[in-house]
């Protein structure tokens, strides 16, 4: 009875952690790594699109924990060019490995809800 008792425990307890391994976790705005995220997407999209964008703030942020680490970002951006003030929202979302090496692996022009 103990046994069964225990197995019961144990299955429920196994099944509620499976669902929180490797999903995103909202993290600070201003963490770190999610802020040299953005950085990076900005700096990467831009430089592949021949815009200058700079980031104006981050609205979101979320974590994920895999074989190096995925950031899912809203952030807002805007285009740096003289009298142009117009700003978008973006969610993008940026892989960095385990050698630190930053990839862009999403950008989502008003995808964030705002």
């Known amino acids: ?4 008792a225990f197995a019961v425990v144990f299955a429920c ?5 499976a669902q929180k ?8 705005v201003d963490d770190a790594g ?3 995220a953005a950085e990076f997407a900005v700096a990467d999209h831009s ?11 981050i609205q979101k942020a979320e974590r994920q924990i895999v074989a190096g680490t995925n950031y899912r970002l809203c952030i807002e951006v805007k285009v740096v060019e003289e009298g142009n003030d117009d ?3 973006v969610e993008v979302v940026v892989y960095q490995d385990l050698k ?4 862009l692996t999403g950008w989502k022009p008003d995808a964030c809800g705002n």
């Open 1 to 4: 009875m103990m046994f069964a």
């Open 13 to 17: 307890v196994t099944a509620a952690s």
């Open 21 to 28: 391994v490797g999903g995103y976790k909202s993290v600070a």
């Open 34 to 36: 999610g802020v040299a």
């Open 47 to 57: 430089e592949k699109n021949e815009v200058s964008l700079e980031v104006v703030s």
């Open 87 to 89: 700003t978008q929202f």
């Open 100 to 103: 630190k090496v930053y990839k």
